[in-house]
């Protein structure tokens, strides 16, 4: 099984900014797809963003124009660069790997916004 290791996590200010990264312990298939989700106190996971391949990206309409998924060329290290981040981002911050019928977990990150 993929294992996944993330850091990044931290406290910021609201209008600040925050780069998650989230790697993968062995290499990946170029059809993987990686993504960050999060979770909020009392609150559903929720999806973020994903990237499969190095092109195809999926973000959260809460997200858009703010936060960017970027990946590197061996495909196995995503980054999350969170922009413009609110009050409302706080949350454990979850990296997700999946291809067919393999899925991976990261242990999680905290983002504390403060306003």
């Known amino acids: 099984q993929v294992q996944l290791v993330e850091s990044g996590g931290g406290l910021a200010q609201a209008g600040g900014s925050l780069k998650l990264t989230c790697s993968a312990s062995e290499s990946v298939s170029s059809l993987s797809t990686m993504g960050w989700y999060r979770q909020a106190p009392g609150k559903q996971r929720e999806l973020v963003a994903t990237v499969t391949g190095h092109t195809t990206r999926n973000y959260a309409d809460s997200v858009k124009g703010r936060f960017t998924i970027s990946r590197t060329s061996n495909w196995r290290t995503i980054f999350l660069q969170m922009n413009s981040l609110k009050p409302e981002d706080t949350a454990v911050y979850y990296c997700?790997?999946?291809?067919?019928?393999?899925?991976?977990w990261g242990q999680g990150t905290q983002v504390t916004v403060s306003s």
């Open positions: 997700n790997y999946h291809r067919l019928t393999v899925a991976s």
